[in-house]
C-alpha cells in the first residue's frame, strides 16, 4: 500500500501566508493600491484568523487580484514571487521533510486554500509532483476573471477535494 503525505503550505511548509505575500508583493511592486488594497489585505488576515470570513469571500478575495490578465501575463511576477518571497520563506526542515517522504515513496500532496496558479510553481519548486488547491476561473480570452472555481479547497472543501483526488487516483490506476 502507498502511503499518501499531506503537507499544507501556510504556515507549514511556508513561514507565512501565500496570499497575504502575494498581494504585500503585488503592493510593493506598485500592481495593487497600498493605501486601499493593503487595508483590506490586512483586514482579511485578521478577519480570518477570528474566523469571522467564509470560506468563499476569503479565496475570492485573493483570486481577485489576478482580474483580467492572462497568466502570460502574470509569469514574469509569478516567478520573481518564487524566487525573492517564497523560496526563503521555506526552511531546510521543511524541504528535508517533503523529500523524505518523496525518498521513502510516499504519494507526497501539497494542499492549500491558496489558488493554483500562486502555488504551482511553489510545488514545483519543492520537487511535489500533486498540488491540490483552490482553482481560478479563466474567461474565454484566457483571462483570469478573478473569481474561483470549482470547491474551494478550504475548510470542509479540503476533505472533499481530496477525496475527489483520491478517487481520480484509484480510477486511472
Not at 523529500?99 to 511553489?122: K, M, Y
Request: net charge negative; glycine share 8%.
Amino acid at each position: 500500500m502507498i502511503k499518501v503525505a499531506l503537507f499544507d503550505l501556510d504556515h507549514t511548509l511556508l513561514d507565512g501566508d501565500s496570499d497575504v505575500l502575494w498581494c504585500d508583493f503585488l503592493i510593493e511592486r506598485g500592481v495593487l493600491d497600498r493605501e486601499g488594497f493593503g487595508a483590506r489585505n490586512a483586514q482579511m488576515e485578521v478577519d480570518y484568523r477570528a474566523g469571522q470570513v467564509s470560506a468563499a469571500a476569503f479565496c475570492e478575495f485573493y483570486v481577485s487580484t489576478l482580474a483580467a490578465r492572462t497568466r502570460r501575463e502574470w509569469e514574469p511576477l509569478r516567478s520573481e514571487f518564487l524566487a525573492l518571497v517564497v523560496a526563503p520563506r521555506i526552511g531546510e526542515g521543511a524541504r528535508a521533510l517533503v523529500h523524505r517522504h518523496g525518498d521513502a515513496g510516499d504519494l507526497v500532496v501539497l494542499t492549500t486554500a491558496t489558488n493554483r496558479f500562486i502555488t504551482e510553481q511553489t510545488a514545483i519548486h519543492l520537487d511535489i509532483e500533486h498540488l491540490i488547491a483552490t482553482e481560478c476561473e479563466v474567461d474565454a480570452a484566457g483571462n483570469f476573471s478573478g473569481r474561483t472555481a470549482g470547491t474551494l479547497n478550504m475548510r470542509e472543501g479540503k476533505v472533499e477535494r481530496l477525496q475527489a483526488w483520491l478517487r481520480s487516483r484509484a480510477r486511472n490506476s
